[in-house]
């Protein structure tokens, strides 16, 4: 019989450990709660500035230029456009993250891959609120 505190050998094999041995050395158990949240928290942003750009768009049905132009120099949908464009790239990038952790195995391909998501989201997010600052403030 094994002494008090000391681990018999049989201890030490993947199916005898506890829960908690398996875990030890896998990482933090809390580290993806705060992308879980920010993924909620930017899904949560979506819901009135998507009801809010579909119901603009539907109003705006049929309108010429001049007036999508003219209804985006008000500050509001300008404003509220870009946060839109913000929230839609940046929940789009944190949901491709776990897409891409979760089934690209090669780690160099897996960096490569976040890597390129993540300039990607970010140049479009410019290009889109670029876009529609020039539209309300040159025109």
Known sequence: MAEPGVRS?????PEMKSPLG????LGSAKEGVEHWWWQRISSI???PLSLWFV???IRLAGA???TV????????????FVLLIAATFYH??????VVIEDYVENES???????VMKLAAFLLAALGIFSVLKLAFVS
Do not use: Y
């Open 9 to 13: 050998p049989q201890m030490k094999s």
């Open 22 to 25: 398996r875990a030890i050395g």
């Open 45 to 47: 942003a979506l819901v």
């Open 55 to 57: 119901i603009s768009v």
């Open 64 to 66: 010429d230029l001049e």
């Open 69 to 80: 132009v003219n209804w985006l120099d008000n500050p509001v949908p300008a404003v509220l």
């Open 92 to 97: 789009g990038a944190l949901g491709l993250q």
């Open 109 to 115: 391909a897996k960096f490569a891959a976040l890597i």
